[in-house]
């Protein structure tokens, strides 16, 4: 709603807009109007709250009880969408967004395919949350269950990494410049690491994260999407499907680790007791709603490796946990050293740092390119400087959020920034053998205190290839 409202704010949607709310709870449009306008004008983050214009945005705001189960449900959609639909010449076109509980998502469409729903006057798309299934077998059941009621080209799978600015830009940088390309492959570059820190914990949210856990919950979407973005081809156009299509098919290239190799390349880590920004904070099996044995993960680290002629060998680190010492996400390509030390260990007695690029995706958004200097005076001394790209200040204007991006996009009909069936298979198919692993594994958890980098098993897992985890 905070996106919806930002994007009427900029004047980005079209006068008839209108959004019907639908839940279980019985509430007259009114409060429900008042309920969203409490929270979007708490919630909203970089703009003032108007009045006036929430007015205008709340008129067309109307609400709808009704239960997921039940028949006579979808038949009320349906009359409520005609009256809009005529009151506000909407023209008929529906978007369905689904933001429920992921076990309900395959009932909901078969509701709306059988109520008609899924076809009208106007187009008809339908968003799904992630996470889109909870393996690959469930993930290919529920695409089943939804492409018999609404064709492929209708169904817009959310990853809201995608719709990041940064995570864009990555697509600009790599295919705007002509002189990273030539070096984006394993002859320049050694190593690349994916971090998705974050400082807070599963925030009320223990129940749904004790059944996911941070492997499912960041690393089979998010974050094999950035990689897939950092990793792709160049596509042929900018048109949805050629950008689709590349980085399905870098998913697709990721290596499949066999049972026997996943535990030297993934780590799992579930955080105890321990400060965050200076509070004490309670361990994952302390947390309320999750089993006091619990052997969920709430960081987990994995080494994925392409099989393609251009990243052949070289280890993509990525990880991400709960209760980190800092909120960073960002990726980091490590590149070779210089072929030749002509300077000897002159960097003050410290082996030569590589050449380094970080891509900065929040917050701080920017880039980073590191190189060494020589020092100012006499001898030759040499020491890693920084050349910095910061988005706020280079821009100096606010960056549309995530949500309000994408949205904005499944309203025009634009697919390039969701994922599509493929994409979502193939990127279960490289967690698979992890989850699998884990399942039957018994954790000696906890194994690493809230406030730290995680477990030290992630530290070993890249001295393995003789590379350290970078401190963002
Ligand atoms: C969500 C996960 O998809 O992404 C959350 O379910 C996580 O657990 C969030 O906190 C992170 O998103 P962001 O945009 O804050 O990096």
Redesign the pocket.
């Known amino acids: 709603m905070p996106a919806l409202y930002r994007l009427a704010y900029e004047g980005r949607l079209a006068p008839g807009f209108a959004v019907i709310g639908i839940s279980r709870t019985a509430m007259s449009d009114d409060e429900f109007r008042n309920r969203m306008h409490d929270s979007v004008a708490k919630f909203l983050e970089d703009s003032p709250f108007d009045e006036d214009l929430w007015r205008s945005f709340a008129q067309g705001l109307t609400y709808l009880a009704g239960d997921v189960g039940d028949a006579a449900s979808y038949q009320k959609v349906s009359a409520a969408l005609e009256k809009i639909a005529q009151e506000r010449k909407t023209d008929g076109n529906v978007l369905f967004y689904l933001s429920t509980q992921p076990s309900q998502y395959a009932e909901i469409a078969e509701g709306l395919g059988k109520a008609g729903l899924a076809k009208g006057t106007g187009w008809r798309r339908i968003i799904i949350e992630?996470?889109f299934g909870h393996d690959l077998v469930s993930a290919q059941e529920l695409d089943r269950r939804i492409v018999a009621h609404f064709e492929e080209e209708q169904i817009y799978r959310i990853d809201?990494?995608l719709g990041?600015e940064t995570v864009q830009n990555i697509m600009a940088f790599r295919f705007g410049n002509g002189i990273f390309e030539p070096l984006w492959n394993r002859r320049y570059i050694d190593h690349v690491q994916i971090t998705?820190a974050?400082s807070?914990g599963?925030?009320g949210?223990g129940a749904?994260?004790q059944e996911?856990g941070a492997l499912r919950?960041?690393i089979q979407?998010?974050l094999l999407q950035v990689m897939a973005t950092i990793a792709m081809e160049p596509s042929a156009t900018f048109s949805s499907d050629s950008v689709r299509d590349e980085r399905s098919k870098l998913l697709r290239s990721v290596h499949t680790m066999k049972p026997e190799e996943v535990a030297e390349n993934a780590v799992a880590g579930q955080y105890g007791p321990g400060r965050v920004g200076g509070q004490a904070v309670v361990g994952f099996r302390q947390e309320q709603g999750v089993n006091p044995e619990s052997m969920t993960n709430t960081y987990a680290a994995a080494t994925f490796l392409v099989d393609n002629w251009r990243w052949a060998g070289v280890p993509f680190y990525i990880r991400t946990g709960?209760y980190l010492p800092k909120?960073v996400?960002e990726i980091a390509i490590h590149f070779k050293s210089a072929p030749l030390a002509v300077f000897g260990q002159a960097n003050e007695g410290e082996p030569m740092a590589p050449n380094l690029l970080i891509l900065r995706?929040?917050p701080e958004e920017g880039i980073s390119l590191k190189f060494v200097s020589k020092r100012p005076g006499a001898g030759m001394t040499l020491r890693p400087v920084s050349m910095d790209f910061n988005y706020g200040a280079s821009f100096g204007e606010r960056s549309p959020s995530?949500y309000e991006t994408l949205l904005l996009d499944a309203i025009v009909g634009d697919a390039t920034l969701y994922t599509r069936q493929d994409m979502v298979e193939a990127s279960w198919r490289a967690v698979q053998p992890i989850l699998d692993a884990w399942s039957a594994q018994k954790f000696p958890f906890s194994n690493y205190a809230a406030g730290t980098w995680g477990p030290e098993a992630a530290d070993v897992m890249l001295a393995r290839r003789g590379h350290v985890w970078r401190t963002p």
């Open positions: 992630k996470p809201h990494y990041k998705a974050e807070i599963v925030e949210r749904y994260y996911a919950d960041m979407n998010h709960k909120r996400s995706i929040q995530a």
